[in-house]
């Protein structure tokens, strides 16, 4: 299957602070990344849904302006958690389709973020 | 609202045995149906996907169901072995649109 590259696979960070998760589709173009977000032993939650070169689209009760999300290019999205708190700490992982409506989403390896 | 319930929540299958686990939806316009497995700490894994027009799909020791009408599918794994013990989630999507997860099954399988 298509290769996503997510890093860094683990980060900690201070609470305050932000941190930029990078995203990338090594063998395909990808017009549409999603964000996931999963607790320990839960199912991975819809954070939010770009499009190259638009904005995100975020699901209900999340906030836009704490997950900054960028698709600037076809292979590329960026995850940012802006001024990290505790409680953001959790397992974040994209995911990313190509062109044709419904073909496979292929999954990076996730990043750990811990926030202390 | 989950749109896609996933059955056992965890199952313990002997090596050599057949680890079945099952889904269902309720939304028709859903016409993607894929299966991943989960290992502790990594990414989810593509493992087998079909489509409503198909009611069979294997690959390897890995098998789909499908039943329409019924809105289910079920991943069945032959001759399940130790390695396969895993978190395994079902999903469903619309056309072109984020995946909805099952909540995951914990399968282990016991020497």
């Known amino acids: 299957g298509a290769v996503v590259s997510q890093h860094p696979s683990w980060v900690i960070c201070k609470s305050g602070t932000s941190v930029k998760i990078e995203c990338r589709s090594l063998?395909?173009?990808?017009?549409?990344m999603f964000w996931y977000r999963q607790f320990p032993k839960q199912s991975l939650m819809l954070m939010a849904t770009?499009?190259?070169?638009?904005?995100?689209?975020?699901e209900q009760g999340v906030e836009k302006d704490k997950f900054l999300i960028n698709h600037a290019s076809l292979t590329l999205s960026t995850l940012t958690v802006t001024s990290a708190h505790p409680e953001d700490s959790s397992f974040y992982i994209c995911?990313?389709?190509?062109?044709?409506?419904?073909?496979?989403?292929?999954f990076g390896q996730g990043t750990r973020l811990t926030v202390v | 609202q989950q749109q896609v319930k996933q059955s056992p929540q965890s199952l313990i299958v002997q090596k050599g045995g057949i680890s079945i686990i099952n889904c269902a939806y309720e939304?028709?316009?859903?016409?993607?149906f894929p299966w991943y497995q989960q290992f502790p700490g990594k990414g989810p894994a593509l493992l087998i996907a079909?489509?409503?027009?198909?009611s069979e799909k294997k690959e390897g020791r890995f098998t789909i169901s499908f039943n329409k009408s019924a809105k289910q599918f079920s991943l069945h794994i032959m001759d399940s072995q130790p390695g396969d013990s895993a978190t395994y989630f079902c999903?469903?999507?619309?056309?072109?649109?984020?995946?909805?997860f099952g909540k995951g099954t914990s399968l282990l399988v016991t020497p």
């Open positions: 995911s990313a389709r190509g062109g044709q409506a419904n073909t496979e989403a292929f």
């Open positions: 063998d395909f173009q990808a017009t549409t």
């Open positions: 770009s499009n190259e070169g638009s904005k995100a689209t975020y």
């Open positions: 939304n028709t316009a859903f016409d993607y």
């Open positions: 079909i489509r409503p027009d198909v």
């Open positions: 999903a469903a999507s619309y056309p072109g649109y984020a995946l909805n």
